[in-house]
């Protein structure tokens, strides 16, 4: 998608950031809301913390020399769970050199004498996206259209090795007590409840399932990118496998995301590789979200009070920003009340790409969390400081 819905800012304070993979580092700086220097990539090397170490410091030192200005943070995302707050690293599958806990942003404070915050990468595409892509984007279009309604909270999914997701509510990023909210890879598997969600909406779960309907063994399956090639009719190959493998993905998003909606109640932003097959998985997942339940007398119950519209589909959008307006004569008075009867949903993809969305995220959360910390450090050397001689 194009970065046609980045939110600016005046702020000229530049943040240096990261995306941290299972292979390879992202390093970037932010400034008013936009890079102001060139992505670059070097390898993690995660099953070597000593020269993971060494990246990240030559990472950052480069990304700080390439700068229009010294940085005032660094902040960046790291796959999987972990004590974010306090910048220290446990247990990650991917990154298998980081065991028993290693205090990583205190390490790189003590290297680079500035703050650091440390983030779950899919809080972070959240929080931008929330700040600086879909949900400003939708809000643009409600405006444009004439209508009232506003979205504040958005839920984000990240398709690609794993599954990932992030919440942003009234423009925070919504972390939990534990840096351990919307682990959406943990919901049950829709199609198998003794399995999570990951391997049902994953790189390996689309080839898993494209080897079942094929009939073909696993090793000899190509990969999810071809698999939608094959789906598209772009390639040789059992397009009915290839199209159940993205169908039956879609069905598990969709399962995850009834389940978080009928809680975080507000939008959908979903990015990662496998986005990109958005119109093979997309109708499943759209409707699974508006799959009814049967109630006991036969009659039939909404999965959810929402009603459910594809952002990608133009055809849905003028009902979407239309919504239901309607006037009400308040009983006994001549007042008059207006109101949006129509409660609904959507889901869009990324509208700046995953790693340009965690980018800005991490530059937003650091601004946020360094105007606090100033003041508090002024107010400290205030009350600290003896009269003036």
């Known amino acids: 998608m194009a970065n046609d819905a980045i939110v600016t800012s005046a702020d000229e304070r530049v943040v240096l950031t990261l995306d941290a993979g299972g292979t390879s580092f992202r390093f970037s700086a932010m400034q008013a809301g936009r890079p102001c220097a060139e992505t670059f990539v070097l390898p993690t090397c995660g099953d070597d913390l000593a020269r993971c170490f060494e990246n990240l410091v030559a990472g950052f030192e480069t990304a700080r020399q390439r700068c229009p200005a010294p940085p005032v943070a660094l902040s960046f995302a ?24 290693v205090p990583l942003g205190p390490m790189l404070e003590n290297r680079f004498g500035l703050p650091v ?21 939708v809000n643009a279009q409600l405006a444009a259209a004439g209508s009232p309604k506003r979205f504040r909270n958005l839920l984000g999914l990240t398709l690609g090795t794993g599954l990932g997701g992030g919440l942003a509510r009234d423009g925070e ?22 399995r999570n969600a990951e391997e049902g909406a994953s790189l390996r779960a689309v080839r898993r399932v494209y080897a079942e309907h094929a009939g073909r063994p696993l090793a000899d399956v190509p990969d999810a990118e071809t698999i939608c090639a ?23 998003v969709g399962d995850v995301l009834a389940h978080a909606l009928s809680l975080v109640d507000g939008l ?3 990015g990662g590789g496998l986005s990109a097959a958005w119109p093979l998985f997309a109708p499943a997942a759209c409707q699974e979200l508006q799959r009814a339940y049967a109630c006991p007398d036969g009659s039939a119950l909404p999965r959810l009070n929402a009603r459910v519209f594809d952002f ?18 308040v009983p006994g008075c001549d007042r008059v009340v207006r109101h949006d009867a ?32 100033a003041r508090a450090r002024h107010e400290h050397l205030a009350s600290n400081s003896g009269p003036a001689s």
Do not use: C, K
């Open 173 to 194: 990023m919504w972390t939990g007590d534990n840096s351990l909210a919307a682990e959406v890879h943990l919901f049950r598997h829709r199609h198998d409840p003794r």
């Open 78 to 101: 790291f796959p999987g769970p972990a004590d974010y707050p306090n910048g220290i690293i446990g247990d990650l599958p991917n990154l298998p050199a980081f065991r028993g806990g």
């Open 312 to 329: 990608e589909n133009a055809a849905q959008l003028p009902a979407f920003l239309a919504g239901e307006p309607r006037e009400l004569a």
């Open 117 to 137: 915050f440390l983030n779950n990468d899919g809080d972070l595409f959240t929080f931008g996206e929330a700040t600086g892509g879909l949900l400003p984007w």
């Open 268 to 270: 959908v932003v979903i």
């Open 342 to 373: 129509l409660p609904r949903t959507g889901l869009g993809r990324s509208r700046l790409g995953t790693s340009a969305a965690i980018a800005l995220g991490a530059y937003h959360f650091a601004l946020r969390r360094l105007d606090p910390i």
């Open 230 to 252: 094959i789906a598209l009719g772009q390639s040789t190959g059992n397009a009915d496998a290839a199209r159940a493998s993205f169908r039956a993905l879609g069905e598990v």
